[in-house]
């Protein structure tokens, strides 16, 4: 607590000269998260010193704690502060899953390119000379491989023009959220059908 005092404290002095308040910061908490510059329904404006701001500011810090420890809330989000199975947290796991698989699989192509002897092409040779495709294992190989690493990066793609979406604003309500997520689910899966059987 005393730590973040002194850190208001040095914010404030910085920008003293800068910090307005209107009337509406203390008797109307709708704004309360960031008590900086506020507009009260009359329009009348009014000062506040360092120290009354300092004061709001470590009292409203105050009552979210507490709130929070009345709820029993994780300080930090991890694992076991999520439901997995929840749609929100899911997509986002499944981003962070697929964005890994697809760096891994990158960097491991990388790696063993620049680590073996021979040349890229006698890899593709050793590899067709397995007939993968006339034994029902090889295909089954083949086909899953193949749907793996386009879905992963149709994911990548279609979610992350979501998040980019999300940049600028759009999309945020419930129900847009769960539209978007179902298109994201459709145009991936379209996607990574396509690349598997007809590329």
Known sequence: MALMAAASRS???????????YSSVISKPRYSTSPILFRGSS?????????????????????FWKKNY?????VSPFFGAFRLMNYASGFSLVFRF????????????AFTYAV????????????????????????AFIISGRFFLTFCLGFKMANGLRHLLWDLGRGFG???VKYSGALVLIVTTLFACYCTFFC
């Open 116 to 139: 073996l002897p021979y040349d890229f092409s006698a890899y593709i040779e050793f590899f067709k000379s397995l007939n993968l495709r006339d034994n029902p294992l090889g295909i």
């Open 43 to 63: 329009g009348a404006d009014k000062s506040f010193t360092s120290e009354q701001i300092l004061s709001a500011s470590i009292a409203e810090q105050q009552d």
């Open 98 to 109: 697929t964005g890994v698989a697809l760096a891994s699989a990158l960097y491991l192509g």
């Open 70 to 74: 009345k709820l029993k809330r994780n």
């Open 174 to 176: 419930l129900e847009t």
């Open 11 to 21: 914010l404030l002095n910085i920008t003293r000269s800068k910090h307005r308040y």
